[in-house]
């Protein structure tokens, strides 16, 4: 089952509005990732995070693995109507094994 | 670069059927993983191929199988299909020990 506890699992914006949505888990890991998927795709990589504090940026994406190693936020600034989806973080278990949160859905009122 | 490319992309079968699932990675990527992803129990990991190796293996029954072949490419079998078979398969790809990279999935109805 899953081993990383995403919140919040929705959410309901107006356009133009900052989110965040944030990933806690018990066991440490050295690798955090967030993804993103749309309606019958596969999931699509936004930010990857390797080391223990490091904040990394893309666009309007920016992704911090915690101090701990043990949790990960993500925020998106400025919303626009194509960040509609599911985002997901996800984490790397030993060798090419993710462990994923249940998603947080986003939904974009215009 | 041409992405990871799953296919068949829909597949319909019935109970007792089995299936044969492909994926093409990533030009120059040696690790194939796939995912079954279901509402229920959200994305789960099956098993990872390196060289032609399984390196790693999720909580699944051994009706799930997979192979991968000399040039990268993998598939994964589900014989003796269930309902609960129901699911997006994903496949990903990465080089080595690095960030994986996800195709289209395969959506598999059981009947």
């Given at each position: 089952g899953q081993q990383l506890n995403q919140s919040p699992q929705s959410m309901f914006i107006q356009e133009g509005e900052d989110v965040s949505m944030n990933c806690t888990s018990s066991s440490i890991f050295n690798t955090w990732l967030w993804y993103k998927q749309d309606p019958g795709e596969g999931p699509v990589l936004l930010i990857a995070l390797y080391k223990a504090g490091e904040l990394t940026s893309n666009g309007r994406l920016t992704a911090q693995f915690g101090i701990t190693r043990k949790d990960s936020f993500l925020n998106i600034s400025?919303?626009?109507?194509?960040?509609v989806g599911i985002y997901f973080c996800a984490a790397l278990q030993g060798a090419q094994k993710l462990v994923f949160g249940q998603g947080t859905r986003l939904t974009i009122n215009p | 670069k041409a992405g990871v490319t799953q296919t068949p992309r829909y597949l319909i079968k019935t109970r007792g059927q089995q299936v044969t699932l492909s994926c093409s990675p990533i030009s120059g990527h040696r690790s194939v993983s796939w995912y079954q992803q279901t509402p229920g129990q959200g994305l789960q990991f099956l098993f990872e191929y390196f060289s032609e190796t399984q390196r790693n293996k999720g909580?699944?029954?051994?009706?799930f199988s997979g192979r991968q072949f000399s040039n990268s490419r993998s598939e994964m079998n589900v014989s003796t299909?269930?309902?609960?078979?129901s699911a997006l398969y994903l496949c990903a790809s990465s080089m080595l020990q690095d960030t994986q990279y996800f195709g289209p999935g395969t959506r598999l109805t059981v009947l």
């Open positions: 400025a919303s626009i109507p194509s960040d | 909580n699944f029954p051994g009706r299909l269930e309902l609960g078979d």
